[in-house]
T-cell receptor, first 111, second 116 residues
């Protein structure tokens, strides 16, 4: 799996949009960008994934640059419950393979 | 999304005893389950991959005789920490994936093991 680079930590005010960047300059053509988050002392939670088109679901939006070397996860209206570590993972879209978790971005949403 | 249930949520055991952690997929059949370990302020580290009905594949540095994994059915995998020691104290997390249907992994809520 291609390596990803994320900022160690970020802050965001409650109610504002949280934009979490991820660099994956060595991504291969068949690799997708996945985002998971882990709230303290819980198991990771799937957020969203995409190949090259922007994606949106009820939790977040994923913006992937045209060259696919970076992406941004957007939480449109962050709440205190969005405080978590966010992991950007690049991998092929095939089930049965483990996820390679990096260090992620620790997002703190403040009142 | 699909639900993965892990039990117990936390356990305290004495050094030298064994502890079993269960991971169940509640509403889907999981052909593959993964076990991760997470030490404080660190990321998740894959310990082993188990496929239903076959032996688990362990990552380098993970002792297979110490961390026994059984995946006897499509909805249940167990991790037994044998002869636990304080250095085995960690957060253990299981994950399950469906074959072919979806590609995102579903995680249990984790088990906090403390060995005293």
């Amino acid at each position: 799996d291609a390596k990803t680079t994320q900022p160690t930590s970020m802050d965001c005010a409650e109610g504002r949009a949280a934009n979490l960047p991820c660099n994956h300059s060595t991504i291969s053509g068949n690799e997708y960008v996945y985002w998971y988050r882990q709230i303290h002392s819980q198991g990771p939670q799937y957020i969203i994934h995409g190949l090259k088109n922007n994606e949106t679901n009820e939790m977040a939006s994923l913006i992937i640059t045209e060259d696919r070397k970076s992406s941004t996860l957007i939480l449109p209206h962050a709440t205190l419950r969005d405080t978590a570590v966010y992991y950007c993972i690049v991998r092929v879209e095939v089930s049965g393979y483990a996820l390679n978790f990096g260090k992620g971005t620790s997002l703190l949403v403040t009142p | 999304g699909a639900v993965v249930s892990q039990h117990p949520s936390w356990v305290i055991c004495k050094s030298g005893t064994s502890v079993k952690i269960e991971c169940r997929s509640l509403d889907f059949q999981a052909t593959t389950m993964f076990w991760y370990r997470q030490f404080p302020k660190q990321s998740l580290m894959l310990m082993a991959t188990s496929n239903e009905g076959s032996k688990a594949t362990y990552e380098q540095g993970v002792e297979k005789d110490k961390f026994l994994i059984n995946h006897a059915s499509l909805t249940l995998s167990t991790l037994t920490v044998t002869s636990a020691h304080p250095e085995d104290s960690s957060f253990y997390i299981c994950s399950a994936s469906m074959a072919r249907v979806n590609t995102e992994a579903f995680f249990g809520q984790g088990t906090r093991l403390t060995v005293v």
